[in-house]
C-alpha cells in the first residue's frame, strides 16, 4: 500500500553488506556484497578485512538497491542501520553511511538492532508477527530463545548459549573436518548424504537438572573434535558424511526441543526461527515435526532473509516508522554488544525533514566525496 512506509536499511555488522529497501511489510530490493571469500583462506570473519570491505561497498550497494527498488531515495520515509551487536569498525561503516544520507536527504534515521532484525524479516514473508511470539534466534554469533509481545520495543531473553552460538560451532567442526568456511552450508549438504545416527553425540545442557532453555555447544564441540582425532590417530578414515550428519543432528535436536518447550511453558503457539543457522535444512524439517505435533505454529524465513542482509533492517525500521517510534538522534554510535532487550537505539525527539531540506544530489556529494575522506 503507498501509505505504508518507504525505509532502506543498511547491515554491516559482520561480512555482508546488505541494503533492503520495503514498503511495510513488502520487500522492494535486497542487495548483498559480501567479503566471505577475503575471509574463508584465514577460516573466520576477519574485523579489520571486513570493515575495509563494507568502505568500499556500502555506497554502491545503496544505490543498487534503490535501483532495483525503483525508487528514488528523496521518497524514503526513514533509514534504518544495524547499530549492534556485531563487529564495531563493520557497524560503524553502515553507521556513519545511514547519518550522511539520512541527514542530506533530510530522513529520520533509525538504529536498530541486528538481533530484532532477524525476527523481524519474517514480517516480509509471512506478514505481521504474532503478537506474542517465541523466537529461536541462531546465528553465528547468537543463540537465544526470545519472547516477544512487540519487536520494536519488548524483546525477553528467555535463554540463550553458555558457551559456543549455534553457527560457530557449524563453523568449528567444518574446520576440523576440513570443509572451509563458512560451516554452516557445506556441513547441511554434507550432511543430506550421512546418516544423522552413526554416532551418538552429546546433547549439551538436556539433564533433569540443567536450565530449561540455555544452549551449550562446546561439549558437543570437543566432543566431535575427540572422536575424529582418535579416527585418524589410528590411521582410519574419517566418515566425513556421517560424522556432518551426527553433529548437526546433535546441534538441531537441542534448538528445536528447547524452542518448542519454551513455547508449550509460556503458551505461545507461535515460534519463529531466525538467523544464518535457520537457513540449515534439517533444522527446518525438524521443527516444523515438532511444532506440528505440538500445535505449534513455525514461522522461518526463506534461507535468504535468515543470513545477514539489509532487508531485515529495513523491515525493523519500517516497524519502527508504523508504530512512531522515536528516531535516533545525529550523535548515534555503533554499539558492538548492544543488549538484545533494546530493539533500537532512540534519541531526542527531532525533526530532520524541517531542519534539513536537502535534495538528491547532495547524497551523492556526501557519500562520494566527503564521506570517508
Ligand atoms: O546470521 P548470520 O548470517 O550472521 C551472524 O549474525 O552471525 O549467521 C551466520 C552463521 C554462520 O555461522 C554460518 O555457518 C551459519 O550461520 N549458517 C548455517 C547455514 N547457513 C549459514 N548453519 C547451518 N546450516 C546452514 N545451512
Ligand atoms: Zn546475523
Redesign the pocket.
Known sequence: MADEPLVLGIET??D?TGVGIVRGSTLLADAVASSVDEHARFGGVVPEVASRAHLEAVVPTIERALKDAGVSARDLDGIAVTAGP?LAGALLVGVSAAKAYAYALGKPLYGVN?LAS?ICVDQLEHGALPEPTMALL?????SSLLLSTDITSDVRPMGATIDD????A??KI?RVLDLGF????V??RYAREGDPEAIAFPRGLTGPRDPAYDFSFSGLKTAVARWIEARRAAGEDVPVRDVAASF?EAVVDVLTRKAVRACKDQGVDHLMIG???A???R?RVLAQERCEAAGIRLRVPR?KL???NGAMVAALGAEMVARNRAASSWDLSADSSLPVTDPHVPGAPHSPTHSHPHTHDHVHEISKENLYS
Open positions: 555488522s559482520c555482508e556485531g541486528h532477524h541462531v546465528s553465528g554469533g547468537h552460538a549455534a553457527g560457530e557449524f563453523d567444518a563458512p560451516g554452516g552450508p556441513i547441511d548437526q538467523g544464518g543457522v537457513a540449515n535444512s533444522l534461507p535468515c543470513t545477514d
